[in-house]
C-alpha cells in the first residue's frame, strides 16, 4: 500500500537514525512505502538537507544500482561546548571530591541524556575513520562504551580484570597502573577481536594511562590496531603519560579541598578547520 509523504519522511527518519552509518537501499524503501524510486531520491534530497540543517547528522546518497542512503551522525562544535560546559557545572561542586584526586561522576554516567551526547560527540571523530570495534575495561567505561559503539552502530567489548567463566577462553596481559604503579591484569574473550579490526578504546578517567596501555597491548595481542583513545576525564598527573594521544572531554584537577574542571582537548581533536568543512 502507497504511504503518504509526510509518514513516509517520519518513517525514514526513524529507520536511518537507529542504524547509523548502515546503507539503505533505494530499492528497500521503494519496497517498504510502495513508492517509485524517484519519489525516495526527492525524500532523502528533504532529510539530508534538514538533517545537516539542524546539526544531526550527514545523510550520504550513494549513486547506482546497489546505491542508497547512509545516516552519519556528528554534533556541531557550538552544541558540543554547551553541553561539556554543562558537566563542568556540575562536577564542579565541591561535595564531589573523593579521596585520591578523583571525582564522583557516576550519577551523570548513569543519565542517558549524558550518555547520549557523549556518544556523540566522540563518534564526530570518527566520521571518516573506520572503526570496526570499541573496547573498554569493566565497570564504568561500559555505559559510555555502548553509546558510543550504538553511534558508530559497531559492537562494543569488555576487558575485566579477573576471568569468567562465561567469556570461554581469554587473552590476558600484565600492565602497570600509572598511577599507583600497581601491576594490574586484565583479560577479554579470545572471541572477541578479529585479527586486523580496528579498535577504538574508551574509558570514564585516566590518569597515568596505564589502563588504557593496558587495553592497547590486549589489542596487540589480538594482531588488531587501535583506531583511537577517547576518555570521559583526564585527572591531574606529573609525570608522562603512557598514552601520548587521546581525546578527552574533560580535565580534573582534584586538591584536598577543591575540584577544578575544564574542557578536554576534544575541540583540537575533533574539530580541526579541515574537518570543519564536513559539518
Known amino acids: ?22 546503507l539503505v537501499s533505494l530499492t528497500f524503501f521503494s519496497e517498504r512505502y510502495g513508492s517509485a524510486k524517484s519519489s525516495i531520491s526527492e525524500d532523502l534530497t528533504i532529510l539530508k538537507r534538514t538533517l545537516k540543517a539542524r546539526g544531526t547528522g550527514l545523510l550520504e546518497t550513494v549513486p547506482g544500482a546497489a546505491g542508497g542512503a547512509r545516516f552519519i551522525p556528528y554534533i556541531p562544535q557550538q552544541e558540543a561546548t554547551e553541553f561539556v560546559d554543562s558537566v563542568i557545572e556540575s562536577l564542579s561542586e565541591a561535595d564531589r571530591f573523593l579521596p585520591g584526586g578523583y571525582v564522583y561522576m557516576s550519577d551523570l554516567l548513569g543519565r542517558p541524556s549524558v550518555l547520549r551526547q557523549v556518544g556523540r560527540l566522540v563518534a564526530t571523530q570518527y566520521l571518516e575513520d573506520e572503526v570496526d570495534t570499541v573496547l573498554t575495561v569493566a565497570t564504568k567505561g561500559i555505559p559510555i562504551a555502548q553509546s558510543i559503539s550504538d553511534y558508530l ?24 597502573s600509572g598511577s599507583s604503579s600497581r601491576i594490574e591484569k586484565m583479560a577479554l574473550s579470545k572471541r572477541s577481536l578479529a585479527p586486523g579490526s580496528r579498535v577504538l578504546i574508551v574509558d570514564d578517567f585516566m590518569k597515568g594511562g596505564g589502563t588504557v596501555g593496558g587495553m592497547q597491548s590486549l589489542v596487540k595481542e589480538f594482531d588488531a590496531k587501535v583506531a583511537g583513545v577517547a576518555v570521559f576525564a583526564e585527572g591531574a598527573f606529573a609525570g608522562e603519560r603512557k598514552v601520548p594521544k587521546y581525546t578527552s572531554l574533560l580535565k580534573i584537577h582534584a586538591t584536598n579541598d577543591h575540584v577544578d574542571v575544564t574542557a578536554g582537548n576534544f575541540a583540537e581533536q575533533i574539530y580541526t578547520p579541515e574537518r570543519l568543512t564536513q559539518f
Open 1 to 22: 500500500m502507497k504511504v503518504r509523504r509526510s509518514d513516509r519522511l517520519i518513517d525514514m527518519t526513524r529507520y536511518l537514525l537507529e542504524r547509523p552509518h548502515q
Open 153 to 176: 552502530n559497531v559492537p562494543f567489548v569488555i576487558a575485566r580484570h579477573d576471568s569468567q567463566i562465561t567469556e570461554g577462553s581469554t587473552v590476558s596481559v600484565n600492565y602497570v
